[in-house]
């Protein structure tokens, strides 16, 4: 067997050993700041990080850096506590390697989040923005020898945001009178905050947000055949025209992620509720 998939497969079978038997219907990627959510999930199990075979440890701040499995909305479901990033010094194979053991453990969707600075002008901190395509400036996962255990040597990306999720979230969001936005997210390396030009670059190439995580986890999501669900918290106006003494600060980001949260739990928790 591959040795990958030979990691993969004992990490899944630790967790699955936590879950008393139930297979969680979706997976949660909770980005910087949005950890929160987990709070709400009930009969919960907590399985740190550092207990799993072959995990990694989250170091970004505002990651906490568990497992959740438990009840949220009526469904069952197992949220990351935070994720692993390419500039925290993983390779790609570390970064996705939860995605991958999620998918062992039968989700039928992935839910991912994050925190991004919105190139859009007409974007504001602490908007909402549910992600319908992408740009990835990241190196792809799945490079390397295909693991056809999990999916075929090039899978297609036409719709990597499943349309059906996202036409629900907007009912939904419509029905409770909060505002979305719907975007382009670009992922670069990090850890630096992009320069005014890198900005100015990337909302020529089409992107309305930037960050510096999800789309690793959304290939592999899709490779293996996961509908997935994005929605980015704007944290930041993202633009190159600041004033003189304008600095991007990271605990501001948490700051901002965590006074949006709670609606996008909200949204979040809604949506889940209604999955088959």
């Given at each position: 067997m591959d040795e990958r998939v030979e990691k993969i497969s004992a990490a899944?079978?630790?967790?699955?050993?936590?879950?008393?038997?139930?297979?969680?219907?979706?997976?949660i990627v909770l980005g910087s700041g949005l950890g929160n959510l987990a709070d709400e999930i009930e009969e919960k199990s907590v399985i740190p990080y550092?207990?799993?075979p072959y995990f990694s440890k989250s170091t970004a701040v505002g990651h906490k850096g568990n497992l959740i499995a438990?009840?949220?909305?009526g469904k069952y479901v197992i949220a990351m506590q935070g994720r692993f990033h390419y500039y925290e010094g993983y390779s790609m194979e570390q970064v996705t390697l939860p995605i991958r053991v999620m998918s062992m453990l039968g989700i039928r969707y992935l839910f991912v989040s994050n925190a991004a600075g919105g190139v859009n002008f007409n974007y504001r901190r602490g908007d909402l923005m549910v992600i319908k395509d992408h740009i990835n400036l990241l190196p792809n996962p799945l490079i390397g020898k295909n693991m056809d255990e999990f999916g075929p040597r090039f899978p297609?990306?036409?719709?990597?945001?499943?349309?059906?999720?996202?036409?629900?979230?907007?009912?939904?969001?419509?029905?409770?009178?909060?505002?979305?936005?719907?975007?382009?997210?670009?992922?670069?390396?990090?850890?630096?905050?992009?320069?005014?030009?890198?900005?100015?670059?990337?909302?020529?190439?089409?992107s309305d947000a930037v960050g510096m995580s999800t789309i690793p986890e959304v290939i592999v999501a899709r490779h293996c055949g996961i509908p997935v669900f994005g929605m980015s918290v704007i944290t930041n106006e993202a633009h190159d025209d600041y004033a003189d003494d304008y600095v991007n600060d990271g605990?501001?980001?948490?700051?901002?992620?965590?006074?949006?949260?709670?609606?996008?739990?909200?949204?979040?928790?809604?949506?889940?509720?209604?999955?088959?």
């Open positions: 899944a079978a630790f967790v699955r050993e936590k879950l008393d038997g139930r297979t969680p219907v979706a997976g550092s207990d799993v438990g009840f949220l909305n297609d990306m036409t719709r990597p945001y499943d349309p059906l999720l996202i036409k629900k979230m907007e009912s939904i969001a419509a029905e409770n009178k909060i505002k979305l936005q719907k975007g382009v997210y670009l992922a670069s390396t990090g850890p630096t905050y992009e320069t005014p030009a890198e900005y100015k670059l990337y909302r020529l190439m089409g605990d501001d980001v948490v700051k901002e992620a965590n006074a949006a949260a709670a609606r996008m739990g909200f949204l979040f928790k809604k949506l889940i509720g209604e999955l088959d």
